[in-house]
């Protein structure tokens, strides 16, 4: 099993739909959580970070459940300039600290 | 300043030669990494300096030499690579080695071994 797993996609969604990404991580110990957003041939940007109370900015919100080890990514209102890929990140420290990144949901917004 | 920035964008080399990547950051970071991506893949851990010591190096081939030669510079130093090498390489910095708030990323060069 992966340390940190993601639906891989592409979700292909028209502009104004919700859509919603999950990320399952293996390691009960982990610690921090986010989504990053890479655009095709650029590096990968902070998107927000996720805590365990939830939280949101503007048209994203992020969610911890640390019960069932998942974090979830939704964008409300989709933009066709929201197209790119997601990544899901989880660092623990257990005998050292590790970051892991999950392998990326890519969505594409139509018009 | 808010950003990381890395040169060229973009490298053509061929096997023989010897280049170098830099990197720069002047957001008062304690930690530097170097991550490889390949097409359609996660980024992947090369190396961490922190403190400008280097603190991980993930079993990287020895045709990749790391270098920091102070807390705001890296540099990766290239020697006889292998077309499989050729890929996106990212350098990023955080507060300190244990990211919690998360990497600020450059925009990477790419590298294309021929």
């Known amino acids: 099993r992966k340390e940190v797993e993601q639906d891989p996609g592409p979700f292909n969604v028209p502009e104004g739909a919700t859509v919603a990404f999950n990320c399952t991580y293996s390691?009960?110990?982990?610690?921090?959580f986010f989504w990053y957003r890479q655009d095709c041939r650029k590096e990968p940007k902070l998107l927000m970070s996720v805590y365990s109370s939830g939280n949101e900015d503007g048209r994203f919100t992020a969610q911890l459940n640390r019960a069932s080890q998942y974090i979830s990514l939704l964008i409300r209102d989709s933009k066709l300039s929201d197209s790119a890929t997601y990544l899901c990140?989880?660092?623990?420290?257990?005998?050292?600290?590790?970051?892991?990144f999950g392998a990326g949901t890519r969505l594409f917004v139509k018009a | 300043d808010t950003e990381v920035t890395q040169t060229p964008k973009h490298l053509v080399m061929g096997m023989t030669n010897k280049k170098s990547l830099k990197c720069e950051q002047h957001?008062?970071?304690?930690?530097m990494y170097w991550y490889k991506q390949k097409a359609k893949k996660p980024p992947e851990l090369m190396f961490v300096y922190s403190y400008e010591k280097l603190s991980i190096n993930e079993s990287v081939p020895s045709r990749f030499s790391p270098e920091c030669p102070n807390s705001s510079l890296l540099n990766l130093h290239l020697h006889a690579l292998q077309p499989e090498d050729s890929a996106l390489y990212l350098c990023a910095s955080s507060q300190d080695q244990q990211p919690w708030g998360g990497y600020t990323f450059g925009s990477g060069t790419r590298l294309t071994v021929v």
């Open positions: 957001m008062g970071h304690r930690a």
């Open positions: 390691n009960s110990a982990s610690q921090s």
């Open positions: 990140v989880v660092n623990y420290n257990t005998g050292g600290f590790k970051t892991i």
